[in-house]
């Protein structure tokens, strides 16, 4: 707010920010095995199994070669923007959508 005068005088009355969420580091796609999703399993116990081994962190939505993609680095930068800062994006009540 501080610096609204100054933007005010070269013509601008608002100021918006765009975070582009999609250049955050992605897995690689070419990895992604459909085969290692819930969806791909039948019904029944084996469907119950994968689920919990997902949530137990022992298989990977997509398959561990397609979770690996990223590098450490990347990970981290992907984990922080989305856990500390999706929050000011979408909820933050000075941020309007069109």
Known sequence: ??????????????MGIFWDWAALYQKDPA??????????????PERDAFLEDLKEKRAFYGGE?????RTPDQKEAFGRAL????????????TTVY
């Open 83 to 94: 856990h500390n800062t999706m929050d000011l994006w979408y909820a933050h009540q000075g």
């Open 31 to 44: 990895l992604f095995d459909s085969t290692k999703t819930p969806e791909a399993k039948p019904e029944g």
């Open 65 to 69: 070669a397609y979770e690996q993609s």
């Open 1 to 14: 707010e501080r610096e609204m005068p100054k933007y005010a005088k070269m013509g601008f009355t608002e």
